[in-house]
């Protein structure tokens, strides 16, 4: 697997004594402007921050987002001006729902490349969980980040770049994550356990539905571990698999999960365990 090091957008204000055209509108854009781009391998592309809101096929990736996800994901975001960082996050949280469909059905957010077993490019600090989901560490101003994401495809490339799904750790819930890993995979063992006695008593109650494989409806009980007050690590059947959650939850009317986060397969799940030491590696490189 090759390695490059690249963040998937840019922004900047800096003035150029390069003429740059905007790819939504095709004019210019000042030298001195606020601009918002796309890295594609060793090139960029360029929009106003409004064009790329409307015209930019990967504006999806940025829908939604907080500050902190926006520092990861867009290069030069710590080192513009508050105001511009106003700027964008206001956009993020408001940007228009404007977008292709496909066969009648609602938009969906470009997703593309290979999900196979490493045929895409990730930087030093990154690594490989499978099918396009990484763990990355990333350094935000003063700030150590260990990030667990689903990973995309540009059109044409095969650098990976990460999206907006997924969860990023601070170094404390990271240790807490590490610490736990021995306790998570005792309660991985137990609910594949409670998953096989599942499975017995329904063949002797000869359901009639014998090809319908239990679901995480019919198993409510998560097994949790706690990372901070709101983040927590579940540990649940979904399926034929035990599958671990790693989850931010919200408080707005209960204590449920929230759409931060990510599930990882058990395959990615004991990948991640592998990297544990060249995690921490990266973390002490960057600190």
């Given amino acids: 697997m090759k390695r490059v090091k690249t963040l998937p957008f840019i922004v900047s204000s800096q003035p150029t004594k390069v003429e740059i055209r905007c790819c939504g509108c095709k004019s210019l854009i000042n030298s001195d402007q606020l601009r918002l781009g796309v890295w594609e391998y060793k090139s960029s592309s360029w929009f106003h921050c409004a064009c790329f809101w409307t015209n930019c096929y990967y504006r999806n990736h940025l829908w939604g987002v907080d500050g902190n996800t926006l520092a990861e994901l867009v290069d030069g975001f710590s080192g513009i001006a508050p105001s511009d960082k106003s700027r964008l996050l206001t956009d993020a949280s408001s940007a228009p729902s404007i977008g292709r469909r496909k066969s009648g059905s609602k938009f969906e957010i470009p997703y593309e490349g290979s999900e196979g077993d490493g045929d895409y490019e990730l930087d030093d600090n990154t690594f490989d969980l499978t099918n396009l989901v990484c763990c990355s560490v990333t350094k935000v101003q003063t700030n150590l980040h260990v990030s667990i994401r689903k990973y995309f495809i540009p059109r044409g490339r095969t650098c990976a770049k990460p999206t907006k799904y997924g969860i990023s750790l601070n170094c404390e819930q990271w240790n807490k994550l590490e610490l736990q890993v021995d306790d998570i995979n005792s309660a991985i063992a137990t609910t594949q356990k409670t998953l096989k006695d599942k499975e017995k008593e329904k063949d002797k109650k000869d359901c009639k539905d014998k090809n ?15 990372l901070s007050w ?58």
């Fill in 212 to 226: 319908k494989l239990p679901g995480k409806e019919e198993f409510p009980d998560w097994i949790l571990f706690s």
């Fill in 230 to 287: 709101k983040r927590r690590v579940g540990v649940f059947a979904s399926g034929e698999e035990v599958v671990v959650d790693i989850r931010e939850f919200s408080e707005e009317k209960t204590f449920s999960e929230s759409d931060r986060g990510i599930r990882l397969k058990p395959d990615q799940w004991k990948q991640l365990q592998e990297n544990i030491n060249n995690i921490n590696k990266s973390l002490r490189k960057l600190s």
